[in-house]
Structures are given as structure tokens and as C-alpha cells.
């Protein structure tokens, strides 16, 4: 296949989506197949960094002189579409003779963007749909947005999801949905600590909703004298290291590899910290955390916080995840961690994902097999 993916979001060795991406189309150059990239020069000159040459990138200026306003929607939007579309989208299709598009569902501006050459070339339209657009724009307004998702769902043959949770958001879609859950790494030559510290690590973003509760978790390991390492990208969580003396803090490695590394060797355990209350970090009800699979694949026990409600609390409840609880009480804590802190069957629910649901060799297989559909 000869593949034009379009979106903001670029295919890096980091973490979230771009991680994800950059596995299956790794993946995909290496079986032969042809991944063209389209992203606004705004978001290139954000990421550009560590793109892999395996990927054939094109870049779209944000500004030119003859541009009308850019607005997400009506008469500006079209005409701004139809310049991008010629001047830019048709040529690029035409000579490298594209057959598939790839979307991201995400934003307000390339998903938009991506509708419409679905619609101006009625190539087939395959969309990743990782955090749900209205609910990660809660605080907004979300007319637009909602508008724009819809366009991109419309126009999209297939969509994968990261969780069941989608289905329900958008009824009128869920017949185009699949579930694919995000790839870990591979496993890799990384050193192995089979008796690390009892110490807990998290590393990813660190949204600004997740900061009360890591204070929590910080405030009760450190009465059980835990270390807990935070290797974020957020300033806003630092006065934790200050506060207490058991907390680290440290910034995002360059790559996922490297957190890993750390990991496996500072880490009896990592966690995944929500907020207990679902309004108050709404997109958990769909986010499945790709780090947490990243945790499975390297072996390490995650001690998963959230809500009933959430896309991973579901989960980690139909799948009778033994270090699950939906509350930040000291006394659940320190119990959860005092009875599994050696369990042997803790290590071997860990090992059966690990091996089975969460590998990246199933995940990518079940990946090539939504895209033999397309037509």
C-alpha cells in the first residue's frame, strides 16, 4: 500500500500516540509498504526531531499572504480546505499514487482536513481514535469540535479505538468502531532487575488533573517510607519532590526505551493515577492508557487508580486486575501493596498479558487485519 497519513500528531519514539504510530508504521515501511506524512509546518517545526527517515513527510504552510482567517468551520474553512487540497494534498496524492489515507482523530483542525480529501478522492479512510475529542475539550465550547469529529467519522471506512467506551459516545458511528488497543515496544535488550527496590515509578505525561491525586499517593507512600519516581513533562507537579522527601522528580527521558530502562531497574511497581471522580478528568471514560500496556510488556506490576466508570477501571475490574482500587485510602494502599509486593500470582496475571493480549506482535497482527478490509 502506498499510505498518506494527515494529522498534528506526528509517528515519534516518545510516548502516547505518536508512539503508537510510530511502531505500526515502522511496521508497515518494513513489510514494504509506503507511509507519506502530512502535517502543518507549526506542529512539524513542534516535533520534528527524531523523525524517522522510513517516513516521507510533507509539509504544509500554517500562513500564506492569500489565505482567508482560519476558522474550524463554514465559508473560511472551505476555502482554506480547497487551497490546501490543491496546492498541496492532490499533487502529493498524484505523484506518489497514494491508495490508502490514515487519520487521527484529535484536535479541530488535520481531522477536519482529512474528511475532506476523503471526500474530494473517496480513497479509503482509515482513523485512529485514542481520547475522545468533546471530552478532552470539556472546558471549551465543543459545537465545532463535535462538528469536526463528526465530518471525520463520516468520512472514515474504519475506526479504531483504544477502548469499548467510544461505542457510546457516538452511536451513529459505532458500526465503523474496532477495538485495537495501543502497541508496546518490542521486547527489548534492556537490563532486568528480578529483585528491583521496593520503590514505584510513573512515567508519561502528567496531565495537570492528575496532579491532586499524585499528591495523595505521594503523601501515603511517604508514610510508608516508598520512593516514588515521576518522570513527567509537567513544572506544576515539581513542588512534590520539594514537599516530599521520598518523591523524585525527573524530566521525560528523550525516549520511551530509556523511561523503560529506568524502569525495570528502580521499580518493584509503576502506577496509573485518575482523579476518583470521573467529572473531573472526563476522557478517562474512553482513555486507555498506553503506558499501562507498556508496563505489562516489560514485566513490571501497575498499581491502576481510576474510576469504576473509566475505560481502564472497566477493564481492570472484567479482568479481576488484583492491584485495582478507585480510591486513594491510605489503609487500600498500604494493604494492596504489603500483600503483593512478592505475589506470585500478581506476577503471573502480569505474565499472561504480557504474552497474550498485550503483545506487540498480536496487536500489530490484528492491525494488518483491519487494514486488508479497506477497499
Known amino acids: 500500500m502506498k499510505i498518506l497519513f494527515i494529522s498534528e500528531i506526528l509517528p515519534l519514539a516518545t510516548y502516547a500516540s505518536e508512539v503508537v504510530f510510530y511502531r505500526h508504521f515502522t511496521k508497515l515501511a518494513d513489510e514494504g509498504h509506503e507511509i507519506h506524512l502530512i502535517t502543518d509546518q507549526n506542529s512539524y517545526q513542534r516535533r520534528k526531531i527524531g523523525l524517522s527517515p522510513l517516513f516521507k513527510v510533507h509539509v504544509i504552510p500554517n500562513r500564506e499572504w492569500f489565505y482567508p482567517p482560519f476558522k474550524p468551520y463554514g465559508i473560511l474553512q472551505f476555502i482554506r480546505f480547497n487551497i490546501y487540497y490543491y496546492r498541496f494534498v492532490k499533487p502529493i496524492i498524484k505523484k506518489h499514487k497514494i491508495d490508502t489515507l490514515f487519520g487521527f482523530v484529535n484536535g479541530n ?147 520511551a526505551e530509556e523511561a523503560s530502562q529506568f524502569l525495570i531497574e528502580n521499580c518493584k511497581f509503576c502506577i496509573i493515577p485518575y482523579p476518583e471522580e470521573m467529572d473531573a478528568m472526563p476522557w478517562v471514560k474512553t482513555c486507555f492508557p498506553s503506558k499501562f500496556i507498556q508496563y505489562c510488556k516489560l514485566g513490571i506490576p501497575s498499581i491502576v487508580i481510576a474510576p469504576a466508570e473509566s475505560a481502564i477501571g472497566k477493564w481492570c475490574l472484567a479482568n479481576s486486575w488484583l492491584l485495582y482500587l478507585d480510591t486513594y485510602d491510605f489503609d487500600k494502599i498500604k494493604q494492596l501493596i504489603q500483600v503483593t509486593a512478592g505475589s506470585d500470582e500478581v506476577k503471573a496475571q502480569v505474565e499472561f498479558f504480557r504474552r497474550n493480549t498485550f503483545d506487540p506482535q498480536i496487536i500489530h497482527q490484528q492491525f494488518l487485519t483491519h487494514l486488508a478490509q479497506l477497499s
Open 109 to 255: 483542525f488535520l481531522l477536519a482536513l482529512t474528511a475532506f480529501v476523503q471526500n474530494k478522492t473517496r480513497l479509503p479512510l482509515l482513523s485512529f481514535f485514542h481520547d475522545d475529542t468533546n471530552e478532552l475539550n470539556f472546558h471549551r465550547d465543543s459545537k465545532w469540535i463535535n462538528s469536526n469529529t463528526a465530518k471525520m467519522l463520516k468520512a472514515s471506512q474504519l475506526v479504531l479505538t483504544a477502548s469499548d467506551g467510544f461505542a457510546e459516545n457516538w452511536k451513529e458511528f459505532s458500526n465503523k468502531f474496532s477495538l485495537l488497543y495501543p502497541i508496546p515496544a518490542e521486547d527489548q535488550d534492556l537490563p532486568s532487575s528480578k529483585n528491583p527496590p521496593l520503590a514505584i515509578g510513573y512515567a508519561g505525561s502528567v496531565y495537570n488533573e492528575i496532579i491532586p491525586v499524585l499528591e495523595k499517593f505521594s503523601d501515603c507512600l511517604s508514610n510508608l517510607k516508598i520512593p516514588f519516581t515521576i518522570i513527567g513533562n509537567n513544572k506544576n507537579a515539581d513542588y512534590l519532590g520539594e514537599k516530599y522527601e521520598n518523591v523524585t522528580n525527573l524530566p521525560l527521558f528523550e525516549t
